[in-house]
């Protein structure tokens, strides 16, 4: 699925609904530690860490009751290998995934 083209300038304008998480996957490295330059097939699949950009509220419940997302901004995810609504600003790709399909929050110790 093609990138969606935004008409805004700016990611801070998108503000997900319901139980939507917006991230920033890792941009893949395109040189080594030692300064050899990969090639764009060992770098064109995505990274499976992001960072979280912005939540939704979450999603109501049977009840009524708010069931909040359990991500917050800032925070680093696990995502799977593919998948998400791409959102492209400017050069920058963003996407959009519901917070049960986020695998996992990475804690840093």
């Known amino acids: 699925m093609a990138a969606v083209r935004a008409t805004f300038k700016s990611i801070k304008a998108v503000a997900p609904l319901f139980d939507r998480v917006l ?5 893949a490295e395109t040189k080594t530690a030692t300064g050899i330059f ?17 939540v939704g509220p979450g999603v109501r419940d049977k009840s009524g009751n708010t069931v909040p997302v359990s991500v917050k901004a800032g925070d680093r995810v696990l995502l799977p290998g593919w998948g998400g609504s791409s959102i492209k600003v400017g050069e920058e790709e963003y996407f959009l ?12 110790e």
Do not use: G, M, Y
Request: glycine share 0%; aromatic share 6%.
């Open 38 to 54: 990969l090639p764009t097939s060992a770098t064109e699949s995505p990274l499976p860490e992001a960072t979280v950009i912005a």
């Open 23 to 27: 991230v920033q996957r890792f941009k």
């Open 97 to 108: 995934f519901k917070d049960t399909e986020i695998l996992a929050k990475i804690n840093d």
